[in-house]
Each structure stands twice: as C-alpha cells, then as structure tokens.
C-alpha cells in the first residue's frame, strides 16, 4: 500500500499526515499537533501520541470504531528514529538465559492456523545478535502481542488477546534459511526471506487458554520486560524466573508434550543422549532423566542388575520386590547425582543404580549421604551404615 509521505523541513519536527480507511485526512508539521487533533476529532479522553509514533516510526495501523487509521512520515525522519530506537535496545545485548521469548505478530504469520492444525514443528525468526546463543534443549514461550488484523484477514476468527499462547522446545542452532512453513504466511514472500532462524516444537499449545499478559501476576524478581512490554526483534531472552512462573500456570513440567524418542533403546543410547542434551535448561534433563529412568533403557539396565535393589543388597536385606505380572521383580533406577545440578555425566548409565521403591524415596528425601563417586563404585551413609554399590559398567 503506497500511502503519501510528507516532507520534513527541519530536523526538529516530525510530519504527520493521518490516513482513514486508505484515505487522506489531514496533514500536520507534528506529532503534538496530530495527536491533539486526532483526540478532539474521534472525541478521545486522551492524546494518541504513542499509537501515532508507532504508526510512523514502526508503520502500524490503529483500529478504532472499525476504522483503520495509517499515519505517515518523511522517510528520512522514519529511518533515523527506528535507527535509534535499534541501536538503543542493542547497545547492552541482554545475556542468553536458555529460556527466549518468541515475538510473533499474526497479521504476519498465522500463530492460531498453525495450532489448529496440530502440527508440532516448526522454524522460528531469531533476533541476530543472539544467533550463537541457541543451543537444543532450551525452552521458549511464543508471544502475541497487539492482534491488528484487519476484519477481512480475520476471516471469522477470534482475535487474539495480549499473552502467551504455546511453550517450545529448541531442537538445534540457529542456521541461516527460510521458513519451512510458507502456508501460515500472510504474505508468502516473507516466508522466502533467508534469515537465522531455530526449529522448534511445540510441546504446550495454548490457543484456547491463552496465559493473559495483563493477568500474569508476577513478582519484581520474575517481571521480564520484554515478555510483558514487547519488543521490535524477534527473540529475546527470557527470565528463568518468569518461565517457571509460567510452566507452574499451565500444569507444570509433565504436562509438556516432550519426545526423546531414541533408534537403540538401551544403556548406549543414554550417553547419545547426554551429549544431544548437554546444554539442555534444567526441566529437560529433568524429563529426559524421567525418559531413562521409566522407559526401555531403564528396563535393559533392571536386566543387567538382574532386578534388584542395589541397596538393600549392599546391607544385606532381601534385594527383590514382588513379582509383576510378566514374572519380573518390581524395581525402580535413580540417578545418584540429581540432573538438576547441571553435572557432567549426570545423565550416563554410570550415575544409574537400581533400588527398591523404599529406598527410592530414602534416596530422594531420607538422611543419606553419597560419600564417594568413582568410575567404579558409589559409597553411601544409609542408616547409619556405610555401603558400597558396584557401578554397572
């Protein structure tokens, strides 16, 4: 759309001419003198100055009344002001956290088409300057923030409210491409665009129980700016604070949609694992750990233990549990070093032993203390006795 621009006749000033429906209304030497006239022509309780600087300086349309306002500028004054608003939101790059907010405007890209189609990957804009801060196994929330489509780009639907409507999980690096989905595309053109770009999936969709920005109480340790105030870039990182505030809201780590699904399900697999998510944010290699401990890897590990509990073997007591159905004693694994320490090797088979569901729950809340941890052997003050495990190696 070619809307006329005025011509700027100093450096002070800032042009306006106001556009309604796609048609010129009035032209003004500045902002002050659009914004007052805009209140006392549409009868407002205050001055718009705020939507008309976005409307120059970012091109956004206003809706008001199913009106659609467009304000424009000198393109010289346009550029120069978004080259100092980008300059200051850049010159202190905020550090990556593993957690990222991802900016998305649906008059741009079709958040609710994508969701309703259940489809569950997908690639992601990322601002650039933090291009090498991606890493897999990080986690992300996908934000909306002012929904301004117009009634025809609707279609029907609902317009979207300010909030977050999906958590995703970091698949791989930041790489240099083009969209994957050039459907969802308001204009396919962008889908084109060779940018760096994540893939993600979406592992909480929230479309129909959208997390309200302005309902989201959060303390002054867990506020992020970025998430609630928006930014212009495409990704920011996110307070880890405010993510969990987030993940609790929407029923908490096991309600999230995670794969780790593995071509060898036994113990090799789990140190594939560990290096695919050695930089993974803690409530992955939390379900990741949760993956080994309860699925086929765990159970080719209950093999090589031959069943029983290491513990209650080391002080002598019976090491089996009752029999289950297919004939095998009941036993749970449990990882000595807690995953959400971060440690190297947490993950690996060489932090595994196998333990009754007794002394699972000792292990993770009694007075136990690991007193050693070598390539071949854990020792433990249990009960006031010191026991030695033997690694499975």
């Not at 796609?22 to 914004?35: G, L, W, Y």
């Not at 120059?56 to 393109?75: A, G, L, V």
């Not at 807690?338 to 809340?365: D, F, K, M």
Request: net charge neutral.
């Amino acid at each position: 759309m070619n809307l006329r621009k005025p011509v700027a006749v100093n450096k002070r000033d800032k042009p306006v001419i106001i556009f309604k429906n796609d048609v010129e209304v009035e032209e003004f030497p500045t902002i002050q003198n659009a914004a007052k006239w805009l209140k006392d022509y549409l009868g407002l309780d205050y001055i718009p100055f705020n939507i008309i600087m976005a409307g120059i300086i970012q091109k956004e349309q206003w809706e008001h009344n199913d009106d659609i306002f467009h304000f424009t500028t000198d393109e010289k004054v346009r550029l120069d002001k978004l080259n100092a608003v980008n300059n200051k939101e850049n010159s202190v790059k905020t550090k990556p956290t593993g957690y990222w907010t991802f900016f998305c405007n649906p008059k741009k890209w079709h958040i609710d088409d994508f969701i309703l189609s259940g489809e569950t990957e997908d690639t992601f804009a990322i601002s650039e300057y933090h291009k090498n801060d991606f890493k897999q196994g990080q986690l992300g929330v996908i934000r909306v923030g002012y929904d301004k489509r117009t009634k025809k780009q609707l279609a029907g639907k609902k317009r979207l409210d300010r909030g977050i409507y999906a958590v995703v999980e970091i698949l791989n690096e930041a790489k240099l491409m083009k969209s994957t989905k050039k459907s969802y595309w308001e204009d396919e053109g962008d889908a084109d665009k060779i940018r760096y770009r994540v893939k993600v999936r979406y592992i909480k969709r929230l479309l129909r129980t959208p997390i309200l920005l302005d309902n989201l109480s959060l303390s002054s340790q867990m506020y992020d700016k970025y998430l609630i105030k928006g930014q212009e870039a495409s990704s920011m990182p996110l307070n880890p604070l405010t993510f969990k505030k987030i993940l609790d809201t929407v029923g908490g780590l096991d309600s999230l949609e995670m794969e780790f699904n593995e071509s060898n399900d036994n113990i090799e697999s789990i140190e594939e694992l560990e290096m695919k998510y050695h930089n993974s944010v803690p409530e992955v290699k939390e379900r990741v750990s949760k993956y080994i401990e309860r699925g086929s890897i765990a159970q080719e590990y209950k093999r090589r233990t031959g069943f029983k509990c290491q513990v209650c073997e080391a002080l002598n007591l019976n090491p089996y549990s009752f029999k289950k159905t297919n004939g095998e004693y009941y036993v749970e694994t449990h990882h000595v070093i807690p995953v959400s320490e971060l440690q190297a090797g947490s993950l690996s088979a060489n932090n595994l032993i196998t333990v009754c569901a007794n002394h699972h729950r000792q292990l993770h809340y009694g007075n136990v203390e690991l007193n050693e941890n070598t390539d071949y052997k854990f020792v433990f003050r249990i009960d006031n006795r010191v026991i030695e495990i033997l690694k499975i190696v």
